[in-house]
Nanobody, 127 residues
């Protein structure tokens, strides 16, 4: 059974930084691309970032490009999301998601439907 456990959320002022972590178990972590989604109150779920299973490619939504950095430590079965220059509109619950298939690039729609999800961690950015 796949388990993804996020941590690192919290309350931060606009312009500040946070680093989210996602510890994975129950899957061959090195075989799966990983990603982050977020959902703000009253809004649809939104893709944020992804990193391929080898860690060779990363993808970002336009809304976070240049401010957020996704990375992974395969020795620790952990994926990270470094968030800088945070804005109030970044306020959301952030979810870690594993890809739907091993050894593939992260396709957000497939991952959202077929991948495993963590329980989420709240990020609140005050103005």
């Amino acid at each position: 059974q796949v388990q993804l456990v996020e941590s690192g959320g919290g309350l931060v002022q606009a312009g500040g930084s946070l680093r989210l972590s996602c510890a994975a178990s129950g899957l061959i972590f090195t075989s799966y691309s990983m990603g982050w989604f977020r959902q703000a109150p009253g809004k649809e779920r939104e893709f944020v970032a992804a990193i391929t299973w080898r860690g060779s490619r990363t993808y970002y939504s336009d809304s976070v490009k240049g401010r957020f950095t996704i990375s992974r430590d395969n020795a620790k079965n952990t994926v990270y999301l470094e968030m800088n220059s945070l804005k109030p509109e970044d306020t959301a619950v952030y979810y870690c998601v594993s890809d739907g298939y091993p050894h593939s690039d992260f396709e957000p729609r497939i991952a959202a439907d077929l991948g495993s999800w963590g329980q989420g961690t709240q990020v609140t950015v005050s103005s």
